[in-house]
């Protein structure tokens, strides 16, 4: 099929592209994952707003319908519960529909991916009964699903915040949050303070959580080290030393957070200029003021673009729309313009605080643990393999397999780098990333064989 | 590991499934990862250790919640809405079974 715009990703900035694009009569096709719009952060906002989780996934939550609802009346053609594998300059985006694959062609592509959380390894990470606070927020959001306890949270960022806060509003429990930021992030953070207060309302909202979680009870602890998840076959206990002394409390789920990262994957497998973002450690795809890559008529937007939130991504998504419709010939309404930069600018205020507070972990990896889950490749053998040839992530790769597991490095891409780059006394990000290869995700032959190419493609 | 909040109404149709040869109630909005998590608490062994693994990430990018799906090997299933007769098998060890 033949389209003038694909945009990969209905959440806040896909939805908000996809609308302006209509507006301005343009024919779109939105591919993706999830069976309704919305992304990680709205997701099942439509279904969920009926119900009682409404109250307490908060007004940020219950105020994305508004957008869902606009994007399923824009008439963009909307193909939920579909993978996106291989996006070729032309433009093809291949598709796998229900194990089906299709190409659709189309003049310009908006990828509108978002973010994934930071992977952080550290000691029993793999062990089930671990696994992010995203990861137990969209089990919230997809059924009502509360953690049953004794339930620790570990990490740092808004988001356990925001998440033990949900909990609790439900009658839920979270027996501990072991806060793994350096307290000295503080004094940094707030330097940025006068331009954060420009978003008053969000610092607000922060501290009202902070607040409310310090009288609910919940155990707090701070400054500590060596925090670990241990059990057999599965999570029983977490460990951290704290004052020099080894601390342990029974835990049935360790939820982990330390905060996020955009998905670089297609933009790296297409070539584009990618910058090193030093404070929070990783890399955005270079994009003029439009959105736009260094490959002409691809475009990002939301938090693929660089870590912004969603009222960021919303903007985002209209100016990538506004750039695509000039990319294709249309002329830019200036006012609308005016109006998505000034409230990118407003989202955006906090960002440097944020970044400040919560810059990427840097505590030392012990050799023994493990670094990449999929092929199961320990830092100290990933250490040795760095230090045997170029400070090259591909010759780490081909030595160890470290990436080359079906997550294609998405867990362990930037620790390899990171320990590249250590073992070689070169800066953090000198390292480079993998080389990422179509397809973007798995497909089978068996989705292959639907697939008709359009005929300047044999 | 989770039990739902909501109930009745608010909880949306039920679906059965077929999760390694037993009848379990599912509910139409939720991914088979979820289910599994719920049933067994992992849905996989690692092809190089032999380790158990859960669902980690639910959004598609840690690929420990690979699971057998109707046949088809190497599924993520926390992209993967449960869906009325379907039969859910936890992945044991292979590597890249391609279908
Ligand atoms: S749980 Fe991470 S890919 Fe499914």
Same mark, same amino acid.
């Given at each position: 099929?033949?389209?003038?715009?694909?945009?990969?990703g209905?959440?806040?900035?896909?939805?908000?592209?996809?609308?302006e694009?209509r507006?301005?009569?343009?024919?779109?096709?939105?591919a993706?994952?999830?069976?309704?719009?919305?992304?990680?952060?709205?997701r099942g906002?439509?279904r969920n707003?009926a119900?009682?989780l409404?109250?307490?996934?908060?007004?940020?939550y219950?105020r994305?319908e508004?957008?869902?609802?606009?994007?399923?009346?824009? =008439?963009?053609?909307?193909r939920?519960?579909?993978?996106?594998?291989?996006?070729?300059?032309?433009?093809?985006?291949?598709?796998?529909?229900g194990?089906?694959a299709?190409?659709?062609t189309a003049?310009?592509v908006? !990828?509108a991916?978002?973010?994934q959380?930071r992977?952080?390894?550290?000691?029993?990470?793999?062990?089930?009964?671990?696994?992010?606070?995203?990861?137990?927020?969209?089990?919230?959001?997809?059924?009502?699903?509360?953690?049953q306890?004794p339930?620790w949270?570990?990490?740092a960022g808004?988001?356990?915040?925001?998440?033990?806060?949900?909990? !609790?509003?439900?009658?839920?429990?979270? +027996?501990g949050?072991?806060?793994?930021?350096a307290?000295?992030?503080?004094?940094?953070?707030?330097?940025h303070?006068?331009?954060?207060?420009?978003?008053?309302r969000?610092?607000?909202k922060?501290?009202?959580?902070?607040?409310?979680l310090?009288?609910s009870g919940i155990?707090?602890?701070?400054?500590?080290?060596?925090?670990?998840a241990?059990?057999?076959e599965?999570?029983?206990?977490?460990t951290?030393?704290?004052?020099?002394?080894?601390? #342990?409390?029974?835990?049935?789920?360790?939820?982990t957070?330390?905060?996020v990262?955009?998905?670089?994957?297609a933009?790296?497998?297409l070539?584009?200029?990618?910058?090193?973002?030093?404070?929070?450690r990783?890399?955005?795809p270079?994009?003029?003021?439009w959105g736009?890559?260094?490959? =002409?008529?691809?475009f990002v937007?939301?938090?693929?673009?660089?870590?912004g939130?969603?009222?960021?991504?919303?903007?985002?998504g209209?100016?990538?729309?506004?750039?695509?419709?000039? #990319?294709l010939? +249309?002329?830019? +309404?200036?006012?609308?313009?005016?109006?998505?930069?000034?409230?990118?600018s407003r989202?955006?205020a906090?960002?440097?605080?944020?970044?400040a507070l919560?810059?990427?972990p840097?505590? #030392?990896?012990?050799?023994g643990?493990m670094v990449?889950r999929?092929e199961?490749?320990?830092?100290?053998?990933?250490r040795?393999?760095?230090?045997?040839?170029?400070p090259?992530p591909n010759?780490?790769?081909?030595a160890?397999?470290?990436g080359?597991g079906?997550?294609?490095g998405?867990?362990?891409?930037?620790?390899?780098s990171? !320990?590249?780059?250590?073992?070689?006394?070169?800066?953090?990000?000198?390292?480079?990333?993998?080389?990422? #290869?179509?397809?973007?995700?798995?497909?089978?032959?068996?989705?292959l064989a639907?697939?008709e190419?359009?005929e300047?493609?044999? | 590991?989770?039990?739902s909040v909501?109930d009745?109404?608010?909880?949306g149709?039920?679906?059965?499934?077929?999760?390694e040869?037993?009848?379990?109630e599912?509910?139409?909005?939720e991914?088979?990862a979820?289910l599994?998590?719920?049933?067994f608490?992992?849905?996989?062994?690692t092809?190089?250790?032999?380790s158990?693994?859960?669902?980690?990430?639910?959004?598609?990018?840690?690929?420990?919640?690979l699971?057998?799906?109707?046949?088809?090997?190497?599924t993520?299933?926390?992209?993967?809405?449960?869906r009325?007769?379907?039969?859910?098998?936890?992945q044991n060890?292979a590597?890249?079974?391609?279908?």
């Amino acid at each position: 099929m033949t389209t003038d715009v694909v945009i990969v990703g209905a959440g806040p900035a896909g939805m908000a592209a996809a609308i302006e694009l209509r507006a301005l009569g343009l024919s779109v096709l939105v591919a993706d994952e999830q069976p309704a719009p919305g992304g990680q952060v709205w997701r099942g906002v439509e279904r969920n707003n009926a119900t009682r989780l409404a109250g307490a996934l908060g007004t940020d939550y219950a105020r994305g319908e508004a957008l869902v609802r606009r994007f399923r009346d824009c =008439g963009a053609d909307y193909r939920p519960e579909t993978q996106v594998w291989q996006v070729e300059e032309g433009w093809k985006v291949f598709l796998n529909q229900g194990g089906k694959a299709s190409v659709a062609t189309a003049r310009a592509v908006l !990828l509108a991916t978002g973010a994934q959380e930071r992977p952080v390894p550290f000691e029993g990470w793999t062990l089930p009964g671990v696994m992010t606070v995203g990861a137990a927020q969209i089990m919230l959001k997809s059924g009502g699903f509360m953690p049953q306890g004794p339930v620790w949270l570990r990490g740092a960022g808004p988001l356990p915040l925001l998440y033990a806060q949900q909990i !609790l509003a439900l009658g839920g429990r979270i +027996d501990g949050i072991i806060d793994t930021s350096a307290p000295a992030n503080r004094a940094q953070a707030l330097r940025h303070l006068p331009r954060a207060l420009r978003d008053w309302r969000s610092l607000a909202k922060g501290a009202r959580w902070m607040r409310e979680l310090r009288r609910s009870g919940i155990r707090m602890v701070k400054g500590v080290s060596e925090v670990r998840a241990e059990g057999d076959e599965r999570l029983t206990h977490v460990t951290w030393v704290e004052d020099g002394q080894p601390q #342990r409390a029974p835990a049935a789920l360790l939820l982990t957070h330390e905060g996020v990262i955009p998905s670089v994957h297609a933009t790296l497998s297409l070539g584009c200029a990618h910058d090193w973002n030093a404070g929070q450690r990783y890399l955005a795809p270079r994009l003029d003021t439009w959105g736009e890559t260094t490959r =002409g008529g691809l475009f990002v937007a939301g938090d693929g673009a660089g870590i912004g939130g969603v009222d960021a991504a919303v903007a985002r998504g209209g100016l990538a729309a506004l750039g695509i419709a000039r #990319r294709l010939g +249309d002329e830019v +309404d200036g006012d609308k313009r005016a109006a998505f930069e000034a409230d990118l600018s407003r989202a955006l205020a906090t960002r440097p605080f944020l970044d400040a507070l919560y810059p990427a972990p840097e505590g #030392r990896i012990p050799d023994g643990l493990m670094v990449c889950r999929c092929e199961e490749v320990t830092a100290g053998r990933i250490r040795e393999a760095a230090r045997e040839g170029a400070p090259d992530p591909n010759q780490v790769k081909a030595a160890t397999r470290a990436g080359m597991g079906p997550c294609q490095g998405r867990q362990c891409g930037y620790t390899v780098s990171r !320990l590249i780059a250590e073992e070689h006394g070169i800066e953090a990000g000198h390292a480079g990333f993998f080389n990422i #290869r179509p397809p973007l995700k798995p497909i089978t032959l068996g989705a292959l064989a639907a697939l008709e190419l359009p005929e300047e493609a044999e | 590991m989770f039990k739902s909040v909501l109930d009745g109404a608010e909880r949306g149709p039920a679906v059965t499934v077929m999760v390694e040869g037993q009848e379990v109630e599912a509910w139409e909005d939720e991914t088979v990862a979820s289910l599994l998590l719920r049933h067994f608490g992992t849905a996989r062994l690692t092809p190089v250790s032999q380790s158990p693994r859960a669902p980690y990430c639910m959004m598609g990018v840690c690929f420990d919640c690979l699971a057998v799906i109707d046949g088809k090997w190497s599924t993520q299933s926390c992209l993967e809405p449960v869906r009325a007769g379907m039969s859910i098998e936890r992945q044991n060890g292979a590597r890249e079974v391609e279908q």
